[in-house]
């Protein structure tokens, strides 16, 4: 249901030149009659794409899967089967030289044995776009282009992340399911005053979601303020005051916080 919403918004109209292109508002006004409360939202959440960045909804560079140029072909296939992405992102000499993107369909014909493989041969080429990008611009480039994926880059040129359909697809559908969830997988209750906590969650979102008053303009993440904390790359079980509250990572992978448990401590009184 969700991409038939999606392409009643973004679909190209047939014109002969006889009528102008609808702008956009007039079209969702007329469409969302005949929608439910769910799909209503879900309309919202389109509109909205208006002001996101690709910034905001990005992979992030650390959290890229990347394959190198020069990989040997059973590299390939046990990175792809591995982390289970069907685009990939090719880089040559480093991973801001990004010099195409991967299909993992691509691939098939060299299950086969006694066939040369030239990586080059069946790289597709890669989309950039700026991190100010705005979400439903770039929404509306990827029908035009057929493409699902774009490589991010910051102001200097370098890749800060990749965006792809899926992603702007699940910034639509995602935040709607969370308003019918009663509870956040980033967020998780345990007890009356702790909580297991996504280390990618934003610091923002913790705050509004729990009441908090963490502020660091340099840190976006619960991950990224434990860094800052710890001074360096935490291990597993270590623990970190900060106020009234009380981190310890439950699971790092790779260098990088996965979870992170959270216990609020009351305040003492004090006294007048």
């Known amino acids: 249901m969700s991409k038939n919403i999606i392409k009643s918004v973004f679909m190209k109209e047939k014109n002969q030149g006889k009528t102008p292109v609808k702008p956009l508002h007039i079209k969702i006004k007329e469409i969302e009659s005949s929608f439910n409360d ?28 990347l394959i190198n140029k020069n990989s040997a072909i059973e590299e390939i296939i046990k ?6 992405r069907s685009r990939l992102p090719v880089y040559n000499d480093n991973i801001d030289d990004i010099v195409g993107v991967l299909h993992a369909k691509d691939l098939l014909k060299y299950f086969t044995k006694n066939r040369d493989f030239d990586l080059s041969n069946i790289l597709r080429e890669p989309y950039f776009v700026p991190e100010s990008k705005i ?10 282009k057929k493409i699902h994926l774009a490589i991010v880059v910051d102001e200097y040129g370098g890749m800060s992340g ?6 702007i697809i699940e910034n639509i559908v995602g935040e709607i399911q969370d308003e019918f969830d009663n509870e956040s997988e980033d967020i998780i209750k345990i007890d009356d005053n702790k909580y297991l906590i996504d280390g990618k969650t934003s610091l923002e979102d913790l705050n509004e979601a729990l009441n908090l008053d963490i502020e660091n303009d340099d840190i ?42 959270l216990e609020i401590e009351e305040l003492p009184d004090i006294e007048e």
């Open 38 to 65: 769910y799909d209503k939202k879900m309309i919202e959440n389109i509109i909205s794409l208006g002001e996101i960045s690709v910034k905001e909804i990005m992979v992030p560079r650390i959290d890229v899967v």
């Open 79 to 84: 990175i792809v089967d591995e982390k289970g």
């Open 135 to 144: 979400i439903k611009d770039l929404l509306i480039e990827f029908r035009e």
């Open 162 to 167: 990749i965006v792809c359909l899926e992603d």
């Open 220 to 261: 976006d993440t619960v991950g990224g303020l434990l860094y800052m904390l710890f001074g360096k790359i935490p291990s597993k079980n270590e623990s970190i005051q900060y106020k009234n509250l009380k981190f310890s990572v439950e699971s790092i992978l790779d260098r990088k916080i996965k979870k992170v448990k």
